[in-house]
């Protein structure tokens, strides 16, 4: 009797103990686990924390040679250490705006095709050619623009260009020949073409949120489909639409390989669009290997610099609208 | 009925703009394609996958690029995968609704389209200027920062995806949760996660920015990781800026295979992702 009680007591204690035993295993593969997905989680904090540290250190000689001055002068001389940013960021406006003033609205005009329009078969494929698009990597769109495009803008394109504004005040400052082929225009062109699917592809995700009773009411009473579209489907996505668009221009400020081949690398503030300029990316990939002397080095990564505090902030905008965009979808 | 004509004039304007927004959307897709294929297939041949990258006017291949295009990629992807597939993971299961988690997502989306050119000078920063030279390890470091936040993404939204029950289901069952992480969740959403990867793949195999003034470039064959390396996107640039005949035309062979290996990626991770149920 008494062996029996001891016996079971003692089986009793071991299976307590083999659980503890387990459990306590479960709980530190467990807290391993946990710990080791939340250090992942913070060390993403931590390459951006280390971008913005690490530039800035690099940008500290530029900083203090130059001060704010940097950011208005357009003097870019490697031979007298002399640098400003003005040229580059002016580049860099200029090109993303004769860029965006092209692929919105087509892109807007796709994302209507796609949701609107295209017959159901055909939506899928589409969609995804306009992904594919923009999966080229921007060093095809560079080569194809050096040799493909630009040659053709040269001879079919800027004489005609020339030509009709020439008589035209202002406008003929702008377009003053002679047509080079590489230049601000074709960086335009090009950048366009890049940032094209980007912002059709978002216009389709956010048209696609748009309830269809509201679409369906449209029509009830009797719009056509261009009014439906003008007057319930965009004022119902306008912010989502608005971050399309700013996550457009955020790629096509930082846009550096394709810009790098037709922009012409010209240091330089040109007075017509299809003069030679550069940009903040360009002027980086094309002189930086070749920078000699801390200085030189410096002023490029102060361009870096400005450039991702640029972006960083048309990107933080894009983010925020669009998630606006969700919170009203649900 | 002057105003339901003009009504339906403006209808067919504007809706026939849109249709020709997309084909010329889609033009451009078929013009670049044919342009690489017209320019770029009559130099492929077996030479650009056995021979080194030859001196002006020579001829001569691709290999040493696509051999250093191989390696850094696949580091790149080796070191971003795990951490991108982590810190996804801690977003979509532990801390779903935390303060934190929304911040990284945030900082993540930055991330995913910053300029890559701003990534090559971090590295040429942390590495490179500590290192004293350029090398492959630090190319393959840039292309990992660029994967990480192609791999949170991915591995966030393919994780929630997976329904609640599953999870509660596992956990009935006395599971820990890190069990029901890795072998239910994970399992669930494998598919998606694959295609992540492989879109990260994609991504990074055209990168060139950011290998500038990282890993450089060599004219000669290499796998030493503390060297300068060659890649394809870097040997396009130099060869395509080049006035040299034979080197063009081996850029556009160069730009050929690019293209096609990215497209190719791109569309399998879909068909992938397509048959996992998710998208």
């Known amino acids: 009797m008494a062996d029996i009680a001891v016996e079971s007591g003692r089986v009793a204690y071991d299976d307590a ?54 950011l208005v002068s357009s003097a870019w001389n490697p031979v007298t250490d002399q640098y400003g940013a003005l040229s580059a960021i002016y580049g860099t406006l200029v090109t993303s705006a004769i860029a965006m003033l092209i692929a919105v609205p087509v892109g807007i005009g796709i994302g209507i095709f796609l949701t609107e329009l295209c017959p159901d078969i055909l939506r899928r494929p589409i969609g995804i050619a306009v992904e594919l698009l923009a999966g080229i990597p921007s060093i095809i769109y560079g080569i194809w623009g050096l040799f493909v495009f630009a040659p053709f803008l040269q001879q079919h394109f800027q004489p005609g260009l020339i030509a009709l504004f020439s008589k035209v005040p202002v406008l003929n400052m702008l377009f003053a020949g002679p047509p080079y082929g590489i230049g601000m225009l074709t960086a335009g062109f090009i950048l366009a073409i890049m940032v094209l699917p980007f912002v059709a592809a978002i216009s389709r995700d956010v048209f696609d949120t748009v309830p269809p009773l509201l679409k369906e009411a449209g029509r009830g009473i009797g719009c056509t489909t261009w009014e439906v579209v003008r007057k319930v489907i965009i004022p119902y996505t306008r912010v989502g639409v608005i971050g399309g668009v700013m996550l457009g221009l955020g790629r096509a400020l930082g846009e550096t390989m394709a810009v790098t081949f037709v922009i012409g690398n010209a240091d330089v503030i040109p007075h017509s669009l299809l003069a030679p300029g550069t940009t903040i990316s360009a002027a980086i990939a094309n002189e930086f290997t070749e920078a000699v002397g801390d200085l030189y080095t410096s002023a490029l990564i102060e361009l870096g610099l400005i450039l991702f505090v640029i972006t960083f902030f048309v990107l933080a905008i894009a983010r925020f609208m669009l998630m606006r965009l969700e919170r009203k979808a649900g | 009925m002057a105003i339901y004509d003009a009504r339906r004039r403006s209808n067919g304007i504007w809706l026939a703009l849109c249709y020709a927004s997309a084909a010329f959307g889609l033009g451009w897709l078929v013009i670049i394609l044919a342009t690489l294929l017209w320019r770029g297939f009559g130099g492929l041949s077996l030479v650009v996958f056995t021979q080194n990258t030859p001196p002006p006017d020579e001829s001569g291949g691709l290999l040493n690029a696509i051999v250093g295009s191989l390696i850094m990629t696949g580091l790149g ?87 609640g029950p599953l999870r509660e289901a596992a956990s009935a069952l006395g599971l820990p949760r890190s069990t029901v992480i890795r072998r239910v969740a994970y399992k669930a959403a494998r598919a998606g996660l694959i295609t992540g990867v492989l879109l990260a793949v994609a991504r990074v ?44 035309s081996l850029a556009w062979s160069g730009a050929l295979i690019i293209t096609f290996a990215v497209l190719g990626l791109s569309i399998f991770a879909r068909v992938l992702g397509a048959r996992g149920g998710t998208r």
């Not at chain 1, 951006?48 to 530039?55: A, F, K, Q, T």
């Open chain 1, 17 to 70: 103990a083999r659980r503890a035993r387990v459990l306590n295993a479960f709980r530190l593969r467990d807290g391993t686990f946990h710990a080791l997905t939340l250090s992942a989680a913070i060390a993403v904090l931590l390459i951006l924390g280390g971008v913005i540290i690490s530039l800035i250190e690099g940008s500290m000689p530029a900083i203090k040679a130059f001060g704010f001055g940097f």
């Open chain 2, 77 to 163: 992807v080796g070191i971003g995968t795990p951490l991108g597939l982590l810190a996804g993971t801690y977003m979509a299961e532990y801390g779903r609704h935390s303060k934190l988690t929304f911040v990284v997502r945030f900082i993540n989306d930055i991330l995913l389209s910053a300029p890559s050119i701003v990534i090559g000078l971090f590295v040429y920063q942390v590495m490179v200027t500590r290192m004293g030279h350029f090398s492959g390890i630090a190319g393959a470091v840039a292309l990992a920062v660029i994967v990480v936040p192609v791999v949170v993404r991915t591995t966030e939204d393919m994780l929630l995806l997976v329904p």
């Open chain 2, 205 to 248: 195999s055209g990168e060139t920015a950011p290998l500038l003034f990282t890993a450089l470039n060599n004219q000669f064959f290499s796998t030493n990781l503390n060297e300068p390396m060659a890649s394809l996107p870097a040997i396009i640039f130099q060869f395509a800026m080049s006035p040299y005949a034979a080197w063009q």
